[in-house]
């Protein structure tokens, strides 16, 4: 299988689909003449013109305003972002606008977007360009949203997410656009809200996505040294949460441990945890436990960017103290 970068799967993606349904266009902040802001719509200017790889002003309400008009009048917007954290000028069209339209029009017609992006931290960016909002999203019904780790997935899901009904947040990292993957050449899909065992294991159940997902899999390999199995769970999508494969696996180990990259009051692993001990309970032999950020806005300063963060060390305490405590 040939191996490519995360940018080009996610380009793929979305080309793929273009190629095949003229009402999909591309807009966003230098996605055109620059190429992306990332490159991930390198080329895509030339492909399908400047009808269809819309450049804009700086304007993130402005320019997701325009997309959620047009999903609503019968076309498939791709709204990119350069950062979630821009999103947040956005916030009412993702929120107020695409979020409720089905259910504001009775189900006569709906929302079908995509806003992508970059979410979370990527080194010294200060506190302002550092956060994650996977769960900020995934509180609001209407919404999909989907966080994805790794080029195979990010391909497929975009791909669903771009032919789905319904208006879609999809999550990257500015630190993954280079990270290289296996990925086929033929077409394929990942259907959306179907979680993925990335390790199996016996002894603890870690659950992540995103970025984090290299901190749980790293851990897991450390672990293994001292011959401790953990099983690596993906979520891959936030909203709606794949609860079955949670559950089948904490039945196995018996034990649980969540990483993510998002504030601990009222994050991802909350609604997990609630969810374990309410169906799972009385397969779990020890307390669920948790690795987020700190609760604090994330510093400039690298000691503070460290200490801020989920970690391998982080991880790999946390499980001993759920297998032996």
Known sequence: ???IAFRQALREAMQEE?????NIFLMGEEVAQYNGAY???QGMLDEFGAKRIIDTPISELGFAAVGVGSAMNGVRPIIEFMTWNFAVLAFDQIVNSAAKTRAMSAGQFGCPIVFRGPSGSAGQL???HSQAFENW???VPGLKVISVSNPYDAKGLLKSAIIDNDPICFFESEVMYGDMGEVPEEEYYIPIGKADVKKVGSD??????NKMMKVALAAADELAKENISAEVIDLRTIRPLDMD?????????NRCLIVEESWPFGAVCTEITYRLQKDAFDYLDAPIRRITTADASMHYAPNLVEAFLPSV????????AVLYK
């Open 245 to 253: 494969t949670i559950i089948e696996s904490v039945k196995k180990t």
């Open 18 to 22: 273009m190629r095949k349904d003229t």
């Open 204 to 209: 603890v159940t870690i659950i992540s996505y």
């Open 313 to 320: 060390s982080k991880v790999v305490k946390a499980v001993k």
């Open 137 to 139: 999203m995934a509180n």
């Open 126 to 128: 200060g506190a302002q």
């Open 39 to 41: 490159k991930v719509s």
């Open 1 to 3: 299988m040939r191996t």
